[in-house]
């Protein structure tokens, strides 16, 4: 006997935001998608399927600058399974102001190749 998963996502690989509802059995498989109005929200449904992964925007602590937090990024999209993972070690960073656009505040996470990167300026307050 087969499990039939219904699921709703909301497409987030352009603008519209088509609601896209899928129809999977039991080994993730598409059997039916309806409610993406372009060819990109079959891919994106595949991914979350297979694989979710999601851009990580947060901030770290900065010593000495004019501003106490730093705002960061992980520039390339990682496992969603792990974002809570890096989040929480983000929370233990502490960078020397000045902080620049484009500092690597953490290279190469885990051995992933994720990097954390900081996304706006901090100067020193000194």
């Known amino acids: 006997m087969s499990n039939i998963e219904q699921r709703t996502d909301i497409c987030l690989r352009c603008p519209r935001g088509c609601e896209i509802h899928t129809v999977l059995n039991d080994k993730h498989e598409i059997l ?20 979710p992964r999601r851009i990580l925007p947060t901030s770290v602590r900065v010593r000495n600058g004019v501003r ?3 705002p960061v990024w992980t520039p390339q999209a990682i496992p969603k399974a792990m974002l809570l993972e890096l989040a929480a070690e983000s929370r ?35």
Do not use: F, R
């Open 32 to 51: 039916k998608m309806e409610g993406n109005n372009c060819k990109l929200g079959p891919e994106y449904v595949k991914q979350e399927i297979e694989d």
């Open 68 to 70: 106490p937090l730093a």
């Open 92 to 126: 233990t960073i502490e960078l020397d102001a000045p902080v620049h656009v484009g500092d690597i505040v953490l290279s190469n996470w885990k051995g992933l190749g994720i990097d954390l990167v900081a996304s706006g300026e901090v100067a020193s307050n000194t």
